[in-house]
């Protein structure tokens, strides 16, 4: 099974331990991320490796049963997959401007030190 495919199920709403008709709860599991305490350290099991956080999210929606209540879930699961793929492209393209940068910082770093280690935009006029 795929580790970033979302998965999740139905439920039906409850009112005092009596189900609600036509109100179902939609449960979608995200993909798992590593723990980090209060502090921003990371959470470690006994064995020393980080644990995982399982996030989950979810939405009430009105439908005539299940299996309509299903195919709410499929069309959400797929929209959550997609904004989840969007963010991961756009993460992608701010890491390869960064790298692009850093790359063209130790250009312009080298050159600066075969010319003599004077930086043009320091140097007296």
């Known amino acids: 099974m795929d580790p970033d495919r979302l998965t999740g199920f139905v439920y039906p709403v409850?009112?005092?331990?009596?189900?609600?008709r036509g109100r179902w709860q939609l449960w979608?599991?995200?993909?798992?991320?590593?723990?980090?305490?209060r502090d921003g350290q990371p959470v470690?099991?006994?064995?020393?490796?980080?644990k995982?956080?399982?996030?989950?999210t979810t939405k009430v929606v009105e439908a005539q049963g299940k299996k309509a209540a299903e195919r709410l879930?499929?069309?959400?699961?797929?929209?959550?997959?997609?904004?989840?793929?969007?963010?991961?492209?756009?993460l992608e393209a701010q890491r390869e401007l960064w790298s692009a940068r850093q790359q063209l910082k130790r250009t312009r770093d080298r050159e600066g030190g075969e010319r003599g280690g004077r930086d043009p935009r320091t140097a007296p006029g």
């Open 14 to 20: 409850k009112k005092n331990g009596v189900p609600v």
């Open 28 to 37: 979608v599991n995200l993909p798992s991320e590593p723990a980090f305490d």
């Open 44 to 50: 470690l099991d006994a064995g020393g490796r980080q």
């Open 52 to 56: 995982q956080r399982y996030p989950k």
């Open 73 to 90: 879930l499929e069309t959400w699961i797929a929209e959550l997959a997609e904004a989840h793929r969007e963010a991961i492209e756009k």
